[in-house]
């Protein structure tokens, strides 16, 4: 006897590279475990408007390698609304369709959250590129657009090499450093500026300008968006540093394209069956995720109530290993 018998899947909120392997794990499993699956077009903009079609394992085929999401993704102010969730939960009980797999971050989450509050069985699975979602280790997408950015500065640093100048490079992440950090530490990046911690510009001009001192062709500083403008630490830069001639790249919405990486894809596979099966289980209103190895599912308001913390160990090793 399983908990639910008709299911829905949905993307939302900014995609992530692996939302699709994520959509193929939930849809295969559900059918493997006799579950009927409904696909939902362009998140809660698509729930209202009733935008909802029943899915089969070839719905699903030659998806497992492609970056977006083929449900398709937006954001939905109507959502927001208590008149919106009532209409969304109503929408889905009219279908039969009692429990909903929400793909996204965290404020993806919180409509599921407010889902569940009108009757319906939800579980989040962590579709952003930001992993700025707490209770996971890593969240779907952070791995492929990690490696976006380091392949874009192994190609900075050919050209900066042979001008000896340096690059700064902005990147996404809205209010987590993560993606400068892992991105940095990967890359050797003289400098990451990350919103966690506090910076002084003195100080990053001063150390730039031993770096070049001691014999270093090129310095790399990578700006989190959290932060500020890359063009704006430039122009503090040349204040302090007025020699440095330094080129700003703005990698945008790059980070958010490409083939999923292996282990973007196996993560989302294993979520996306997870969550079908703590849905089966009876289990509702959580966020699933993986620590440690292992998947958990932790209770969404807990999740979205909490601040993902910051690795100072690993922001420490990279400054630490690019001196
Ligand atoms: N407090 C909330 N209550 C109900 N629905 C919400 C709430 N916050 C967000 N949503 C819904 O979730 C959608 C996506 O949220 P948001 O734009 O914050 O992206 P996200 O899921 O956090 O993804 P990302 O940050 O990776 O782009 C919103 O457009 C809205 O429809
Ligand atoms: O797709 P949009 O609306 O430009 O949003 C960009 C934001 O979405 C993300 O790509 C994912 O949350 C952030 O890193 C970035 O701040
Ligand atoms: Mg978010």
Redesign the pocket.
């Known amino acids: 006897m399983t908990a639910v018998k008709k299911i829905a899947v949905l993307t939302s ?2 995609d ?1 590279q692996g939302m699709n392997a994520a959509v193929r794990a939930v849809v295969r499993s559900g059918l493997y475990f006799g579950l009927e699956v409904y696909g939902v077009q362009r998140g809660y903009h698509g729930l209202l408007n009733d935008d909802i079609f029943q899915m089969d394992l070839r719905s699903v085929g030659d998806i497992i390698h492609r970056g977006g999401t083929v449900l398709q993704s937006a ?1 939905c102010k109507e959502f927001r609304t208590l008149e919106g969730q009532q209409k969304g939960a109503q929408i889905l009980r009219d279908r039969g369709i009692d429990g909903l797999i929400v793909i996204g ?1 965290d404020g993806s989450y919180q409509g599921a959250n407010k889902l569940s509050q009108q009757g319906i069985k939800t579980m989040g699975l962590p579709g ?3 992993n ?1 979602i707490s209770f996971t280790d890593y969240t779907i997408g952070f791995d492929t657009a990690v490696s976006v950015v380091v392949d874009a500065i192994n190609k900075l640093r050919d050209t900066m090499s042979s001008h000896e100048r340096s690059s700064i490079v902005e990147v ?3 209010h987590c450093g993560d ?1 400068a950090l892992h991105a940095g530490l990967a890359s050797g990046a003289e400098t990451i500026l990350v919103p966690e911690v506090e910076f002084n510009m003195d100080e990053v001009a001063e150390r730039m300008k031993q770096n070049f001192a001691h014999g270093k062709r090129h310095s790399i500083i990578i700006v989190a ?1 959290g932060v500020g403008r890359g063009e704006d630490v430039a122009a503090e830069l040349v204040k302090r540093f007025p020699t440095n001639d330094p080129r700003v790249t703005v990698l945008g ?1 790059i ?2 394209g490409g083939t999923p990486t292996a282990f973007d894809r196996n993560l989302a596979s294993r979520l996306g069956d997870f969550a079908v099966r703590q849905l089966i289980e009876g289990q509702s209103d959580k966020a699933c995720g993986i620590i440690k190895g292992e998947l958990v599912a932790t209770d969404i308001n807990t999740v979205v109530n909490t601040k993902k913390p910051f690795n100072m160990d690993l922001y420490e090793l990279a400054i630490r290993l690019s001196q």
């Open positions: 909120g900014g992530s954001r971050g952003t590129i930001d700025d996404m992440g809205r993606i968006e919405h980070q958010r």
